[in-house]
């Protein structure tokens, strides 16, 4: 809706496995129209993949296959580094980028679709080096139209880093509404639920059918943010139990993250491996 908004596009083509979605988005005014994927893609300036990864697998070595050699594919799944290796010596590689918007909600279908979803927000491109110039632009380009900023480093980092700032999340708050589903008394609790509870259990409406894959691509990162997660949430009840000096202690230091958080987009992203500037050009 947004590239359409900013003139960036004269047509778009959906494809969709759902007939229902796929007409609703027609209805919506979302595409101009309906195609297969072999009519779709083989006439397309740029195709964006946005399925459930476990779909990408299978999909982005067809598109590929079907696309000119003038076509650039962006894929925007939650995770890179199975996918990328997929790929990885397809003749047409250099027409793929590998990219992550850090953006969007609980909600699915084309009726949860907003517009200026993205804006101010941080999208990560993969690999960028084994992009072709040309359609690494063109992607950087489509982006920055949508007022993204964009951070660069390798599928490996990306997975890495996300599944402690999404990832993990995710699988907390399926975790936190799991627990509060197996009180007995739960629909008094859910009576005195507010905003906090709400926040926080926001994600555990997220799709399963989006999120089951992308915690089995990313098995390793995600099981490791989950045991470090852990041993702070054993720490925390640790100090509860035996020690409110080091509860107070625990909770001031987590304080920090409001300063961390309240930092601009251009501040540099740091973790063990890697230092990425984000820019807008």
């Known amino acids: 809706m947004d590239l359409r908004k900013a003139g960036l596009t004269q047509e778009i083509t959906g494809v969709d496995a759902n ?5 609703e988005a027609l209805r919506l005014g979302i595409i101009d129209r309906i195609e297969s994927l072999e009519n779709a893609v083989s006439k397309a300036d740029m195709v964006i993949i946005a399925i459930p990864v476990d779909k990408v697998l299978q999909t982005l070595t067809k598109v590929l296959d079907l696309i000119s050699s003038q076509t650039t ?12 290796e997929a790929v990885e010596n397809h ?29 101010g927000k941080i999208n990560i491109i993969c690999d960028q080096e084994k992009t072709g110039p040309l359609h690494l632009a063109f992607a950087e380009k489509v982006f920055q139209i949508l007022g ?12 890495h880093s996300t599944a402690f700032i999404s990832h993990l ?3 907390a708050a399926f975790a936190l509404a799991n627990a509060v589903l197996d009180k007995e008394d739960r629909e008094i609790i859910f009576d005195l639920a507010s905003g906090g509870f709400n926040s926080t259990v926001r994600l555990a409406k997220s799709s399963p059918e989006m999120w089951g894959p992308i915690f089995q691509q990313n098995k390793q990162y995600v099981v490791e943010s989950l045991d470090v997660y852990i041993k702070h949430l054993k720490a925390f009840r640790k100090s509860i139990e035996n020690d409110p000096e080091e509860m107070m202690s625990l ?3 987590a304080n920090r993250i409001r300063g961390i958080l ?7 992203v740091k973790n063990e491996k890697t230092i990425v500037k984000l820019y807008t050009k």
């Open 73 to 84: 594919v962006i894929d925007v799944g939650s995770t890179k580094k199975l996918i990328a």
């Open 262 to 268: 309240a930092g601009d987009g251009d501040s540099l």
């Open 91 to 119: 003749p047409k590689r250099r027409n793929y980028v590998a990219a992550h918007p850090m953006s969007g909600t609980e909600n699915s279908g084309p009726a949860a679709a907003l517009e200026g979803l993205f804006e």
């Open 169 to 171: 999340p995710h699988a």
């Open 251 to 253: 909770m001031k230091n």
């Open 148 to 159: 993204m900023k964009l951070a660069y480093m390798t599928a490996d980092e990306q997975d």
């Open 19 to 23: 007939p229902e979605n796929a007409a």
